[in-house]
């Protein structure tokens, strides 16, 4: 019924309709057809998509002065409304018409008037949906009254614990509070439901960061009793599961790990082509459609990896031992069987249901050894040690074509933090990287592109991984970089994956190449879920998905539940194909949604502690790099991967100008510039702990 009304509304867009009028125009004059009219109507009007006049006549919002969209609150406390709708200008709203409306929170607003200054000003209406709940901060004394210092900084009201609503907190304790009433006379008022601990105690800042950003550490009771009583794995093979127990098959992860949610294996034939088996845990037949484990797996969506913990999307039972594929253990599998030819270039491959039974834990760490003929490592591995090099060359041949085909390879630092007893970052280091990780990036790769091919030409409902083309101003921005550097684009119309791949070879080793590196990468889309399959643009990929981490990625999950109806089970009925034509894109927007916010969440954290470990060095020295230039100042980047803001109050040699085009600043008198990628000596000066900043002065 809303896809009807929004239909016939759409038509007619200068027309408003009544209740009566629409329901003979959609020829809904029964009782029930009317009574679901008017529910739909009402549902709309919830959601903003329709607007009722004082005479009670319902119009669609794009076709009125009303807009939506996400509110972005300003230091100084007016307010952007970020429209919803596409090509559409920000909305300027001013602090006196923001009503009781929040940073982010996705408001109604009215566009009022067109003042000088702005193209757009306009009133918020109402609230639609919220975007803070809860508050995390510190508790305070002011006179008679309980306070909160919100950890928030674009939160400038202030914030009152009601009354009898402390919860045993006191003064100086971090705790999260929900709200009870949203910024009425400019006072939020809360109730305190959670005491984290004192401000300055141990683990207490991290689990701050963890709770401000709505994720939860603990799995509610039903979902542990539910993983706890899951059976061990049946050791007789069943349900079409094919024995591939006696394959020569090993993980590779890092140090720490402790999910193996994938194993692989390779063969070389005597034609120079290989057969590459890369098995996944089967997830899916533990977390099944509606349980209490898949609906928790669903709100989390992803595992949230910090510098001190990992906080998984699926309870222990499951992520460490039952979906883990541990050594010397019969394991339920999806297998992804590949014959590869010389050149790289898939020719068959085979999905299946598997069993297996991995014959080694590796590390990166020791398959690199080995790969450099350390022959103690090679010794204490010596039953699964041959494959190795066969793995290195198949790696190198796939990366070979992936590059041929114009997949970009960029340079990007990762940050290996080491904290002491007591949780304080003691060490900064960049990670190192090497043929290993290379080796199951490659396999990963050409796995996730073949599982997503063979769903594609079934022309079925998917979950894509997708990275749309980078959007034509950022595009231009590089380019005008590229060549005031001296390194001009040549491309007749739209920039390809060739152009820019040649431009990363052609600065490499030279000193813009950290510069135009973060500038192109800058400049790429976000890579998202979806139900389209839109190609992968960084990786030249045409069809692309995540198959590869169902204990650590809800897509994953559902790629194999997707997998298992489709091919396992043979399971294409109509009935089928529309249950989930209807909900694969709320999988996608939901898992792109959680996404972001983990990613949020481990930069934060991470920050952080870079932070903590910079304070050590108040008052030292470093060599960097500009790695991004704003019109407040340069940031810039060390060799530990730590970055901090020179303000530009403190270039005090000259007045500067910001270059929007070119991303510099430019010195009035002297012409000085600063730009990304020059080389600088900084002192750092200062640092905010909590919120992640450094302070440099460059000298």
Request: charged letters at 30%; proline letters at 3%.
């Amino acid at each position: 019924m809303k896809t009807r009304i929004v239909d016939h509304l759409s038509k007619q867009p200068k027309k408003k309709f009544t209740a009566r009028v629409l329901a003979d125009a959609l020829d809904a004059t029964s009782s029930e057809a009317y009574k679901a009219l008017v529910k739909a109507l009402v549902d709309l009007e919830d959601d903003a998509r329709v607007i009722l006049d004082d005479k009670h006549r319902y119009q669609l919002i794009e076709h009125t002065s009303f807009r939506t969209g996400e509110l972005d609150v300003k230091d100084k406390g007016f307010a952007f409304l970020r429209v919803d709708v596409l090509d559409e200008d920000d909305i300027y709203i001013p602090k006196t018409k923001l009503k009781d409306a929040m940073h982010k929170d996705r408001v109604l607003v009215q566009v009022e008037s067109t003042p000088g200054g702005y193209k757009k000003e306009g009133a918020v209406k109402r609230v639609i949906d919220r975007h803070l709940t809860h508050l995390i901060g510190t508790v305070v004394k002011h006179k008679d009254r309980f306070e909160l210092i919100s950890d928030e900084k674009k939160i400038k009201q202030r914030i009152l614990i009601n009354d009898h609503a402390l919860g045993g907190a006191k003064p100086n304790d971090k705790v999260q509070a929900i709200i009870t009433s949203y910024a009425h006379q400019g006072i939020i008022k809360v109730d305190v439901m959670r005491i984290i601990g004192p401000k300055h105690a141990q683990g207490v800042d991290i689990f701050s960061k963890i709770l401000a950003h709505d994720i939860d550490p603990d799995f509610p009771a039903t979902v542990l009793d539910e993983a706890d009583a899951m059976p061990e794995v049946d050791k007789n093979v069943a349900g079409g599961r094919v024995d591939m127990r006696e394959r020569v098959l090993v993980t590779i992860d890092g140090e720490t790990a402790k999910d193996f949610d994938d194993a692989v294996d390779v063969k070389k034939h005597h034609d120079g082509s290989y057969t590459l088996g890369v098995h996944i845990a089967d997830v899916s037949h533990y977390v099944t459609p509606g349980s209490e484990l898949d609906n928790e797996a669903f709100r989390r969506a992803t595992s949230v990896y910090l510098v001190d913990r990992v906080i998984p999307m699926l309870p222990e039972r499951l992520s460490n031992n039952l979906c883990s594929l541990m050594p010397g253990v019969d394991r339920y599998a999806v297998s992804c069987i590949m014959h590869i030819d010389k050149t790289g270039k898939v020719t068959d491959h085979k999905i299946m249901p598997t069993m297996i039974r991995s014959k080694a834990r590796m590390t990166y760490t020791n398959v690199n050894r080995i790969l450099h003929g350390d022959l103690g490592v090679t010794k204490r591995f010596d039953h699964v040690a041959a494959m190795f090099p066969v793995m290195r060359e198949l790696a190198r041949v796939l990366e070979k074509n992936r590059t041929r085909r114009g997949s970009l390879h960029f340079e990007t630092e990762e940050a290996v933090v080491t904290l002491d007893s007591e949780g304080r970052a003691i060490a900064v280091n960049p990670a190192t990287r090497g043929v290993a990780e290379g080796i199951i990036e490659e396999f990963m790769l050409i796995a996730n592109q073949t599982v997503a091919e063979h769903i594609h030409w079934m022309e079925l409902p998917f979950i894509y991984r997708v990275h749309e083309k980078p959007t034509e101003e950022k595009t231009h921005r590089l380019l005008s970089m590229a060549q005031a550097l001296g390194f001009p684009v040549r491309a007749k119309n739209q920039i390809g994956h060739k152009e820019l791949q040649k431009l990363l070879q052609k600065v490499e080793n030279t000193a813009s190449e950290k510069g135009i590196n973060l500038m192109m990468l800058r400049s790429m889309q976000k890579a998202i879920y979806s139900q389209h399959n839109l190609g992968h643009f960084g990786l030249a990929f045409t069809h692309y998905t995540h198959f590869t981490s169902p204990i650590r990625r809800y897509p994953d999950l559902i790629v194999h539940r997707l997998l298992r109806t489709y091919l396992f089970d043979g399971d294409v009925s109509e009935k089928t194909v529309r249950r989930y034509d209807q909900r694969l894109p709320d999988v996608a927007r939901h898992t792109s949604e959680r996404e972001r916010g983990a990613i949020d969440l481990e930069r934060d954290v991470l920050d952080m502690k870079k932070a903590e470990y910079m304070d050590r060095h108040v008052g030292e020295t470093f060599e960097g790099v500009i790695s991004s230039v704003t019109p407040f100042g340069v940031y810039v980047g060390l060799k530990n991967t730590c970055e901090g803001l020179v303000h530009i109050s403190e270039l005090d040699d000259d007045y500067y100008e910001f270059d929007e085009k070119m991303l510099t600043l430019i010195g009035a008198r002297k012409k000085r510039v600063y730009r990304i990628g020059d080389k600088v000596k900084v002192k750092v000066t200062g640092t905010n702990i909590f919120d992640g900043e450094i302070d440099f002065n460059i000298i």
